[in-house]
């Protein structure tokens, strides 16, 4: 039977992103095996596309595409998984993931996203935000589309911070192509991150599924200028329903463009913010690396784990996890669930 890594990798290049029933699958079965059902048309709903993706599938290709892309595999049991993602209710499959920086470095960012059609308000807004959270030690999470999401990773790395951009197309697929350049300046010292294969095409449906990453990786997502209809407010949907913060920043009662902010702002979704440390005063308390304990990087808020399988990843004795856990949990860093199992507390 194939390896976890090879079998995710195929699984990722034939299923469309963010479907529930694969990923109820890869939990309960293991992608390898999940890859075998798939084969034999376990699954209804996608059971006819994906045979046909398999059929039409040449592995050797595949392989040289990931070899091209120069793009690192990512799994949910390799050591440098973001386990912010675990808190999603259906996880990525895997990750392909493209730069000089370290994915570590974003279990302390904030999202910063907002309208493809920004106004130059906007974009000075968004660029300053991004550039004064780089300069207080926070990496800058977007989309890398025009407008807003731009204007953040420019902020970024005008400040020399790290920022990340994830993507709806694949990693080697500059989307839109008029940020080739952009992309490859966020690479030398951020990430670009996707979900799909490395040469992937970004379609409409890929946009919506993929903003569940962005409010998922960060400590809490701001949204700068979006329409009443802007995808950004999925994005910022997605991150209230993970218990992330959620921040707008208010426009002109007359701009279209801020209205949804507006919306999000009256409807108690996002707080308002109008300056960086409105942000930091939301984030600290989310901080709990203030703990500082290297068995807090393994836990998620949703998924919980046993002591013995966090003695394994973390290279211990089951005593010594117990004892940290116990530690933890005394500081109120950790609860346990109804199965006993241990989660990051509640943010």
């Known amino acids: 039977m194939r390896s976890e890594h090879d079998a995710r990798r195929i699984l990722m290049a034939i299923c469309e992103p963010g479907l529930l029933h694969i990923a109820s699958s890869i939990e309960r079965h293991g992608a390898p095996e999940t890859l075998e059902r798939l084969r034999a048309g376990h699954f209804h709903e996608v059971a006819s596309v994906a045979t046909r993706a398999i059929q039409d599938l040449d592995e050797s290709e595949l392989e040289e595409e990931w070899r091209r892309s120069g793009a690192h595999l990512l799994i949910p049991s390799d050591a440098h998984w973001p386990v912010a993602l675990n808190d999603l209710q259906v996880p990525p499959i895997a990750l392909s993931v493209v730069g000089g920086g370290q994915i570590g470095t974003l279990a302390s960012s904030v999202a910063i996203v907002g309208s493809r059609t920004a106004t130059s308000y906007g974009v000075r807004v968004a660029e300053n935000f991004a550039a004064q959270l780089c300069d207080r030690g926070l990496a800058i999470v977007s989309g890398g589309a025009f407008g807003i999401d731009a204007a953040a990773h420019r902020g970024a790395l005008a400040a020399n911070g790290v920022t990340c951009a994830v993507l ?146 973390g290279a211990l004795e089951v005593s010594q996890a117990f004892a940290a856990l116990a530690e933890l949990m005394a500081l109120g860093a950790v609860v346990r669930d109804s199965r006993g199992a241990f989660l990051l507390a509640p943010a």
Do not use: W
């Not at 490859?184 to 490395?198: D, F, H, T, Y």
């Not at 919506?208 to 990453?213: A, D, F, S």
């Open 168 to 313: 709806a197309s694949g990693v080697s697929r500059s989307y839109p192509v008029a940020h080739s350049r952009l992309f490859a300046q966020i690479a030398e010292g951020g990430l670009l991150i996707s979900e799909v294969r490395p040469q992937a095409f970004a379609f409409r449906s890929r946009f919506l599924v993929r903003n569940r990453l962005i409010a998922a990786l960060s400590q809490g997502t701001i949204v700068v200028e979006a329409a009443m209809r802007s995808g950004s407010l999925r994005t910022a949907f997605d991150a209230a329903e993970l218990h992330r913060y959620v921040m707008g920043v208010p426009g002109a009662i007359t701009s279209p463009m801020s209205a949804g902010v507006h919306r999000l702002i009256s409807e108690n979704v996002a707080n308002l913010i109008t300056q960086v440390e409105d942000v930091i005063a939301l984030i600290s308390p989310l901080e709990i690396p203030r703990v500082d304990h290297p068995l807090l990087a393994l836990l998620s808020r949703r998924q919980g784990i046993t002591a013995e399988e966090l003695a394994h990843l």
